[in-house]
């Protein structure tokens, strides 16, 4: 596990605020008509005049630098000129590398206008099921202790969580070492120490957990085909707390 010292979290707090000027912009940017494909090209100018570079174009042959992915769609979706329709669920998740090291955050945003309060529901429930995971990321806890958070608060919610895809340990690589499950035990699994830095990552379902492989070759859709929710933070552990480095 790559420990990180406080002069590369100094780095990563940096790539992580321009990522989050990046998301806000996208997030601002989306609307009913617009094509997936246009929302990768904003986020490819965003983060090159930010002096940055794309962490996800031609990782592992992804050919985008943003995932962009809709209703049924967990994760990894690949922008295309599909086009967005009022009331989809559009989960934006973009990895930033800026000096070195890589950050990385998604958020759901609900196009256009509906009354569907199932879906505004679990919006709401994964970005509080985020704040609960980051809360529960203290030094001398456990990744243990983080899953069981998420999941338990999303089952009060009567939701679930996708077990397949996870979040991760990460640093001048996408992903590192550890693997941070949205479920577990409270007390198992490796001790928080400061200077790990992980991406928190709660995907959440309004129907079974169960994933199958996505029609674009890249993402991950429900195998149910009910709507997911994704929101992610890359979070340093330090001496007093977690601290959000994509805030």
């Not at 940096?14 to 601002?28: M, Y």
């Not at 490796?190 to 996505?214: D, H, S, W």
């Amino acid at each position: 596990m790559n420990l990180k010292s406080p002069e590369q979290i100094e780095l990563m707090r940096e790539g992580g605020h321009i990522l989050a000027r990046v998301l806000d912009a996208l997030v601002s940017a989306v609307r009913v008509g617009m094509t997936t494909q246009e929302l990768d090209t904003m986020a490819r100018k965003l983060i090159s005049a930010r002096g940055a570079e794309p962490s996800f174009l031609n990782y592992n042959g992804f050919p985008a630098a943003l995932c962009v992915s809709i209703n049924e769609e967990i994760v990894h979706g690949l922008p295309s000129e599909r086009k967005i329709k009022n009331g989809d669920l559009v989960k934006l998740d973009l990895g930033v590398h800026y000096k070195g090291f890589h950050t990385d955050s998604a958020r759901s945003v609900i196009a256009g206008s509906t009354a569907d309060s199932k879906l505004h529901n679990l919006v709401a429930v994964t970005y509080e099921a985020l704040v609960v995971g980051i809360k529960a990321a203290q030094p001398g806890k456990t990744l243990g202790d983080i899953g069981s958070a998420v999941h338990e608060y999303v089952k009060s919610q009567k939701l679930d969580v996708v077990r397949d895809l996870i979040g991760h340990g990460i640093g001048t690589e996408v992903h590192e070492e550890p693997e941070v499950p949205n479920y577990g035990q409270s007390g198992q699994g490796p001790v928080l120490k400061p200077g790990m830095v992980i991406a928190i990552e709660p995907m959440v379902v309004t129907g079974g957990y169960k994933i199958a492989n996505g029609p674009d070759g890249y993402s991950y859709i429900t195998a149910d085909k009910k709507p997911s929710a994704h929101a992610e933070h890359t979070v340093a552990i330090t001496e007093s707390g977690p601290e959000i480095l994509t805030k």
